[in-house]
Protein backbone atom coordinates (compact mmCIF):
# COMPACT_ATOMS: atom_id res chain seq x y z
CA UNK A 1 0.00 0.00 0.00
CA UNK A 2 3.02 2.25 0.76
CA UNK A 3 4.66 1.54 -2.33
CA UNK A 4 1.49 2.20 -4.50
CA UNK A 5 1.40 5.46 -2.82
CA UNK A 6 5.13 6.96 -3.25
CA UNK A 7 4.90 6.09 -6.93
CA UNK A 8 2.37 8.97 -8.15
CA UNK A 9 4.10 11.34 -5.51
CA UNK A 10 7.28 10.26 -7.59
CA UNK A 11 5.83 10.38 -11.07
CA UNK A 12 3.99 14.12 -9.96
CA UNK A 13 7.54 15.22 -8.19
CA UNK A 14 9.24 14.35 -11.72
CA UNK A 15 6.65 15.92 -13.87
CA UNK A 16 6.94 19.19 -11.48
CA UNK A 17 11.05 18.99 -12.28
CA UNK A 18 10.54 18.82 -15.80
CA UNK A 19 7.99 21.79 -16.09
CA UNK A 20 10.14 23.99 -13.83
CA UNK A 21 13.04 23.02 -15.92
CA UNK A 22 11.26 23.71 -19.10
CA UNK A 23 10.25 27.31 -18.09
CA UNK A 24 13.55 28.06 -16.13
CA UNK A 25 15.84 26.72 -18.58
CA UNK A 26 13.93 26.59 -22.49
CA UNK A 27 11.97 29.42 -21.94
CA UNK A 28 14.21 31.80 -20.57
CA UNK A 29 15.47 35.13 -22.14
CA UNK A 30 19.32 33.98 -21.64
CA UNK A 31 19.14 30.64 -23.07
CA UNK A 32 17.30 32.00 -26.24
CA UNK A 33 19.93 34.76 -26.47
CA UNK A 34 22.37 31.98 -26.71
CA UNK A 35 20.85 30.28 -29.02
CA UNK A 36 20.58 33.42 -31.37
CA UNK A 37 23.78 34.88 -30.98
CA UNK A 38 26.42 35.96 -33.29
CA UNK A 39 30.18 37.75 -33.21
CA UNK A 40 31.17 40.67 -34.21
CA UNK A 41 35.13 42.26 -33.26
CA UNK A 42 36.62 45.19 -32.98
CA UNK A 43 40.19 46.91 -32.95
CA UNK A 44 40.75 49.03 -29.85
CA UNK A 45 44.00 51.23 -28.93
CA UNK A 46 43.84 49.38 -25.77
CA UNK A 47 41.10 48.11 -23.96
CA UNK A 48 41.16 50.74 -20.65
CA UNK A 49 39.83 48.43 -18.14
CA UNK A 50 37.10 46.77 -20.21
CA UNK A 51 36.63 43.26 -18.83
CA UNK A 52 34.87 39.69 -20.26
CA UNK A 53 31.33 39.67 -20.01
CA UNK A 54 31.23 43.60 -19.66
CA UNK A 55 28.10 45.07 -21.34
CA UNK A 56 27.60 45.85 -25.40
CA UNK A 57 24.56 48.69 -26.14
CA UNK A 58 23.24 49.61 -28.96
CA UNK A 59 22.10 53.07 -29.52
CA UNK A 60 21.56 52.48 -25.23
CA UNK A 61 19.90 49.43 -25.83
CA UNK A 62 21.75 46.52 -24.12
CA UNK A 63 22.74 43.93 -27.15
CA UNK A 64 25.24 41.71 -26.01
CA UNK A 65 28.48 41.36 -24.21
CA UNK A 66 32.40 41.45 -24.53
CA UNK A 67 33.17 37.57 -25.16
CA UNK A 68 36.95 38.02 -25.43
CA UNK A 69 40.35 40.08 -25.06
CA UNK A 70 43.30 39.89 -26.64
CA UNK A 71 46.40 41.54 -28.09
CA UNK A 72 46.25 42.65 -31.48
CA UNK A 73 49.63 43.69 -32.54
CA UNK A 74 50.25 47.05 -30.79
CA UNK A 75 46.57 47.26 -30.06
CA UNK A 76 43.97 45.59 -29.06
CA UNK A 77 41.22 42.91 -30.55
CA UNK A 78 37.55 42.33 -28.59
CA UNK A 79 35.04 39.94 -29.55
CA UNK A 80 31.67 41.29 -28.51
CA UNK A 81 28.89 38.25 -28.35
CA UNK A 82 25.43 39.98 -29.57
CA UNK A 83 21.59 38.53 -29.27
CA UNK A 84 20.32 41.56 -31.50
CA UNK A 85 20.83 42.20 -35.01
CA UNK A 86 20.71 45.45 -36.73
CA UNK A 87 22.18 47.33 -39.91
CA UNK A 88 25.59 48.60 -39.51
CA UNK A 89 26.39 51.09 -42.05
CA UNK A 90 29.89 53.17 -42.59
CA UNK A 91 28.93 56.04 -40.49
CA UNK A 92 29.23 53.72 -36.93
CA UNK A 93 31.57 54.34 -34.01
CA UNK A 94 32.31 51.38 -31.78
CA UNK A 95 33.43 52.95 -28.56
CA UNK A 96 34.57 51.82 -25.06
CA UNK A 97 32.63 54.58 -22.74
CA UNK A 98 32.30 54.68 -18.62
CA UNK A 99 28.91 52.57 -17.50
CA UNK A 100 28.84 55.63 -15.05
CA UNK A 101 30.28 58.23 -12.88
CA UNK A 102 30.94 55.67 -10.30
CA UNK A 103 33.01 53.21 -12.75
CA UNK A 104 32.90 50.00 -14.89
CA UNK A 105 33.36 50.20 -19.11
CA UNK A 106 31.16 49.09 -21.43
CA UNK A 107 31.00 48.85 -25.61
CA UNK A 108 28.52 51.89 -27.07
CA UNK A 109 28.04 50.73 -30.36
CA UNK A 110 25.95 53.61 -32.74
CA UNK A 111 25.38 51.07 -35.97
CA UNK A 112 25.55 54.75 -38.28
CA UNK A 113 22.61 55.22 -40.99
CA UNK A 114 21.87 54.81 -44.49
CA UNK A 115 21.36 58.62 -45.05
CA UNK A 116 22.77 61.46 -43.00
CA UNK A 117 21.54 64.86 -42.46
CA UNK A 118 23.77 66.29 -45.28
CA UNK A 119 21.82 64.09 -47.44
CA UNK A 120 25.09 61.80 -47.74
CA UNK A 121 24.27 57.98 -48.11
CA UNK A 122 26.42 55.15 -46.41
CA UNK A 123 26.77 52.04 -48.04
CA UNK A 124 25.83 48.53 -45.54
CA UNK A 125 28.76 47.13 -43.56
CA UNK A 126 28.80 43.65 -44.43
CA UNK A 127 32.57 42.54 -42.25
CA UNK A 128 31.18 42.49 -38.93
CA UNK A 129 35.29 41.29 -37.83
CA UNK A 130 38.46 43.86 -36.97
CA UNK A 131 35.92 46.72 -37.13
CA UNK A 132 37.72 49.95 -35.72
CA UNK A 133 36.64 50.71 -32.62
CA UNK A 134 38.01 53.51 -30.53
CA UNK A 135 37.96 54.96 -26.67
CA UNK A 136 36.33 57.58 -25.55
CA UNK A 137 37.10 58.46 -21.79
CA UNK A 138 38.01 61.89 -20.99
CA UNK A 139 40.77 61.11 -18.49
CA UNK A 140 42.09 58.66 -21.20
CA UNK A 141 41.99 61.27 -23.87
CA UNK A 142 43.56 64.01 -21.52
CA UNK A 143 46.35 61.71 -20.87
CA UNK A 144 46.94 61.07 -24.10
CA UNK A 145 47.07 64.92 -25.11
CA UNK A 146 49.52 65.55 -22.66
CA UNK A 147 51.25 62.64 -23.82
CA UNK A 148 51.23 64.13 -27.35
CA UNK A 149 52.13 67.64 -26.54
CA UNK A 150 55.32 67.11 -23.58
CA UNK A 151 57.22 69.21 -24.69
CA UNK A 152 54.68 71.93 -25.08
CA UNK A 153 53.39 71.19 -21.62
CA UNK A 154 57.05 71.47 -19.82
CA UNK A 155 57.85 74.88 -21.72
CA UNK A 156 54.35 76.16 -20.79
CA UNK A 157 55.42 75.34 -16.97
CA UNK A 158 58.72 76.62 -17.44
CA UNK A 159 57.24 79.95 -18.52
CA UNK A 160 54.40 80.20 -15.78
CA UNK A 161 57.53 79.22 -13.35
CA UNK A 162 59.83 82.10 -14.47
CA UNK A 163 56.93 84.27 -14.72
CA UNK A 164 56.07 83.93 -11.13
CA UNK A 165 59.64 84.28 -10.07
CA UNK A 166 59.94 88.00 -11.46
CA UNK A 167 56.80 88.95 -10.34
CA UNK A 168 58.22 87.40 -6.60
CA UNK A 169 61.30 89.41 -7.70
CA UNK A 170 59.53 92.72 -8.35
CA UNK A 171 59.98 92.67 -11.64
CA UNK A 172 57.83 94.39 -14.19
CA UNK A 173 54.06 95.89 -13.67
CA UNK A 174 52.40 93.09 -12.02
CA UNK A 175 55.32 92.56 -9.90
CA UNK A 176 55.83 96.30 -8.70
CA UNK A 177 52.22 96.47 -7.57
CA UNK A 178 52.48 93.64 -5.34
CA UNK A 179 56.02 94.10 -3.61
CA UNK A 180 56.83 97.95 -4.16
CA UNK A 181 55.26 99.76 -0.82
CA UNK A 182 55.46 103.03 -2.70
CA UNK A 183 53.31 101.84 -5.24
CA UNK A 184 50.89 99.97 -2.89
CA UNK A 185 50.71 103.26 -0.30
CA UNK A 186 49.74 105.20 -4.16
CA UNK A 187 47.35 103.09 -4.50
CA UNK A 188 45.86 103.54 -1.24
CA UNK A 189 45.65 107.15 -1.82
CA UNK A 190 44.05 106.96 -5.07
CA UNK A 191 41.40 104.67 -3.54
CA UNK A 192 41.09 107.32 -1.03
CA UNK A 193 40.81 110.11 -2.76
CA UNK A 194 37.90 108.39 -5.15
CA UNK A 195 36.16 107.62 -1.76
CA UNK A 196 36.40 111.77 -1.12
CA UNK A 197 35.02 112.94 -4.46
CA UNK A 198 31.78 110.42 -4.37
CA UNK A 199 30.96 111.34 -0.81
CA UNK A 200 31.95 115.30 -2.05
CA UNK A 201 29.46 114.36 -5.16
CA UNK A 202 26.50 113.01 -2.78
CA UNK A 203 26.94 116.15 -0.72
CA UNK A 204 26.61 118.64 -3.19
CA UNK A 205 24.21 116.65 -5.13
CA UNK A 206 20.87 118.57 -3.03
CA UNK A 207 22.39 121.48 -4.24
CA UNK A 208 22.80 120.94 -7.63
CA UNK A 209 19.10 119.63 -8.19
CA UNK A 210 17.83 122.65 -6.13
CA UNK A 211 20.16 125.29 -9.49
CA UNK A 212 18.97 122.68 -11.76
CA UNK A 213 15.15 123.48 -10.15
CA UNK A 214 15.77 127.14 -10.32
CA UNK A 215 16.80 127.59 -13.66
CA UNK A 216 14.18 125.15 -15.16
CA UNK A 217 11.38 127.97 -13.17
CA UNK A 218 12.51 130.28 -15.51
Known sequence: MKIRFEIPVGIVFIIAMVILGYYTIIMSEEFLRKRNTYEISAIFPNSEGLKRNDKVKVNGVISGSVENIELYGYRVKVVLTMFNKFPMYENYTIAIRNESALGGKGVSIYPGVPVNAAGKTFAVVTDLQDLEGRVEDPLYAITQ??????????????????????????????????????????????????????????????????????????
Open 145 to 218: LMEENRENVRLAILNIRQITEKINGGQGTLGKLITDDKVHSDANNLIKDLREAIEDSREQAPVTSFIRAALMAF
